[in-house]
């Protein structure tokens, strides 16, 4: 079982540090790409700083106290709200894209798929709460192998997510009025 505690803290080590990079890269579209996702203007600046921050923040926890629960929990709790921000979202006419990735996923709306990546990451969150306590080298290398693969599983989910949904809506129709 330290294996797979092990696995899933890596995976969302990962995974975090690359959505903060991400944001970060695009710090100066962020912004709007939180007012747009439904964050009130005031607040949409501070989120753009805070949300990467707190992203890092647990990353960084996770490598550091592997043998503490509460980074896991954290984890917990920040994609729980950027899940719970993801179901509102849906419940739009026109979902927006999803600020996940900064600029990386700027033309792709929130879909269901984007709760499942969240779903993922939220079960590796679980599963990091676990002891993480081995110091056997062949261990941690497997675990180090299993989290990229955990990690390369959430890629594949969350990088595509809004391209199914993009190529299934109907294109609008053209609005050009007919040459009396």
């Known amino acids: 079982m330290e294996t797979f505690v092990l696995a899933a803290r890596l995976a969302l080590i990962l995974a975090l540090s690359g959505s903060a990079f991400f944001k970060l890269r695009a710090l ?6 939180m007012q747009a996702f439904g964050i009130p203007g005031s607040f949409a600046v501070a989120a753009a700083i805070l949300v990467p921050a707190a992203e890092i923040a647990i990353a960084v926890s996770l490598a550091a106290f592997r043998d503490s629960p509460v980074p ?32 990386a996923t ?66 609008p129709r053209s609005r050009a009025r007919p040459v009396p």
């Open 106 to 171: 700027a033309d792709q709306p929130v879909s269901a798929r984007t709760i499942v990546s969240n779903a993922w990451l939220l079960a590796l969150a679980v599963i990091a709460t676990g002891a993480a306590e081995t110091t056997d080298d062949t261990r941690v290398l497997l675990a180090c192998v299993v989290g990229v693969a955990l990690t390369a599983v959430y890629l594949v989910l969350a990088r595509g997510y809004g391209r199914r949904r993009r190529a299934i809506r109907p294109r």
């Open 28 to 33: 100066r579209t962020l912004p709007a790409q």
């Open 72 to 103: 896991a929990f954290a984890a917990i709790g920040l994609l729980s709200l950027f899940t719970g921000a993801v179901v509102a979202n849906l419940a739009r006419d026109e979902p927006p894209p999803c600020p996940c990735f900064g600029m």
